[in-house]
């Protein structure tokens, strides 16, 4: 999985507690991005990050936020848990010529059950 | 604003057949155009790209694809698949204008290989 790792892997939590996901790669690549993945939507974009310190929304970020401090962590919070966040959550990576190509390398995602 | 169609969300075909996965996009500038597989339980894996060139492009695993500029598509081919090639495919595409370097990802085909 392209030197991106996701902890925890497999989470369960109740409703209303906050929750910390955490990204981290090893490939220094500029690019971040937090994906949902659920059954009939797809893949949908939380928020991405364009540098250190430097983030902005995707098309679902109500109820997230992020934070990027070093280039290789990433941290998705879920600043107080609903049932409807419960979902497969995919950290990606990317840079742009000549360092890759554009195209992004996902993590191995974290499964995120609120009860 | 950039879109991507998957037209059929499952495509069956019989292993040694050709098959393929159809994809078409729409985006303002030139296109960047990514296919993706994912198996179960796994983070989305690269395949190949279209960035400029040769209209086929040929990926890992024995795919490839093909862009077509008048029909705004970049359909997903192999010339004989394998029962390991069951999995979930996605298409997705980049916006040359793109400061995030974001992708819209189609809303996916499961590919079913069956002997």
């Known amino acids: 999985d392209a030197g991106i790792t996701q902890s925890p892997r497999h989470k369960v939590t109740e409703t209303g507690t906050p929750v910390t996901l955490r990204c981290h790669q090893t490939e220094n690549h500029r690019y971040m991005y937090w994906y949902r993945q659920d059954p009939g939507h797809g893949l949908r974009l939380i928020h991405y990050?364009?540098?250190?310190?430097?983030?902005d929304k995707g098309e679902v970020s109500d109820g997230y936020s992020v934070s990027r401090s070093k280039t290789e962590d990433f941290l998705l919070t879920l600043e107080s848990a609903t049932s409807s966040q419960t979902s497969v959550y995919f950290c990606?990576?990317?840079?742009?010529?000549?360092?890759?190509?554009?195209?992004?390398?996902f993590g191995p995602g974290t499964r995120l059950t609120v009860t | 604003a950039q879109s991507v169609a998957q037209p059929e969300d499952q495509v069956n075909v019989a292993e040694g057949n050709p098959l393929t996965v159809k994809c078409t996009y729409s985006?303002?500038?030139?296109?960047?155009l990514f296919w993706y597989v994912q198996y179960p339980n796994r983070g989305l894996q690269f395949l190949l790209k279209y960035i400029t060139g040769d209209n086929l492009v040929k990926g890992s695993y024995g795919f490839e694809a093909e862009f077509n500029k008048s029909q705004t598509s970049f359909h997903l081919k192999k010339p004989s698949a394998l029962v390991s090639d069951s999995a979930l495919y996605f298409c997705a595409v980049r916006d040359g204008g793109n400061a995030g370097n974001m992708l819209t990802f189609g809303g996916g085909t499961r590919l079913m290989v069956k002997p």
């Open positions: 990050s364009y540098g250190v310190k430097d983030t």
């Open positions: 990606a990576i990317s840079d742009i010529p000549p360092k890759i190509g554009y195209e992004q390398y």
């Open positions: 985006v303002s500038g030139n296109p960047y």
